[in-house]
């Protein structure tokens, strides 16, 4: 039976001793003893392929054809179909006859067989995921280690932008992102530069408790609704702003030659098109236009 992975491997009386006995000073190795008539054998091998292959080469399976290597069986006293058992340092240390669920081979050998270490995670992922969880400083760490190797890499780029941008280094942000070549990634460029937009505005706008002040002494100020929902956006208080936005839209869509609409355009950039908020308020906003 050919195998397609190099921790599985067929096992004979001639080659038993090295392929099993030897490997297992190393590795441990689970045996397989089955036969083709042996239904419950076959059932087994794919969860027995599947927990090997888990373990990335901690572990090796031997697969023995009873019916073919007699030798072996009689050596091991094997009397019933499926049995599997496992080889450490030259020695059987343990095993079990009949089908069985995949949970408890697995308590089985947890024992005896090292779990592989985690892969490590890639790079922009964790930067990504930091980023989202609010840890910008790391963030911003894992990126500049990122692109030391490759500064050529345009999603990293981006968000290392973003990170700057969101300690206020908007001068630093707007070079970097000059920096971006080619048009693989528009949708997170734009996000990036809306960004950007976001926090230079902010910079120039009055504070938060004042817009509110305004806002409470005239509801229908429009020019107050706009600056805080930008007041807003520069702090990530996103749902707020994408609400301030649509109603202001609502309410007076002319609003600086449409300035909220567009607004919300750029928000949806700086978010993407997967956030549930975009989902949300996209609907929310072409209920608003037709």
């Not at 910008?136 to 990126?143: P, T």
């Not at 902010?202 to 408790?209: F, G, M, S, Y």
């Not at 702090?235 to 936005?245: H, K, N, S, T």
């Not at 030659?257 to 949300?280: C, I, M, R, S, Y």
């Amino acid at each position: 039976m050919s195998q397609d992975t190099p921790y599985i491997f067929d096992a004979t009386s001639a080659d038993f001793d090295q392929l099993v006995i030897q490997k297992s000073f190393l590795t441990p190795v689970l045996v397989d003893f089955w036969a083709e008539w042996c239904a419950p054998c076959k059932a087994m091998m794919p969860v027995l392929k599947q927990i090997t292959e888990g373990y990335q080469g901690e572990l090796l399976l031997a697969k023995v054809d009873c019916d073919a290597e007699q030798d072996i069986v009689a050596r091991f006293g094997i009397r019933s179909l499926p049995t599997v058992v496992l080889f450490k340092d030259g020695q059987p240390v343990d095993g079990f006859s009949g089908a069985q669920p995949e949970s408890a081979i697995r308590a089985i050998l947890e024992p005896h067989v090292q779990m592989p270490p985690p892969a490590a995670a890639d790079p922009l992922e964790q930067a990504q995921t930091l980023f989202a969880e609010g840890q910008i400083a790391d963030a911003e760490a894992v990126l500049v280690a990122l692109l030391s190797e490759d500064n050529t890499n345009a999603l990293a780029l981006i968000l290392y932008a973003r990170c700057l941008a969101e300690r206020g280094e908007l001068g630093e942000a707007q070079s970097v992102l000059e920096a971006v070549k080619g048009d693989a990634h528009k949708a997170e460029l734009a996000g990036a530069r809306a960004q950007l937009t976001f926090l230079r505005e902010a910079a120039e706008l009055p504070d938060v408790a004042d817009l509110k002040t305004r806002l409470a002494q005239n509801p229908q100020d429009d020019e107050a609704a706009y600056q805080l929902a930008i007041q807003q956006l520069s702090r990530q208080q996103y749902d707020a702003a994408l609400d301030g936005l649509l109603k202001l839209f609502i309410r007076n869509r002319n609003y600086a030659e449409g300035l909220a609409h567009k607004t919300l355009l750029q928000v949806f950039d700086l978010l993407g098109n997967d956030h549930p908020l975009v989902t949300t308020y996209r609907r929310k906003l072409f209920a608003a236009l037709y």
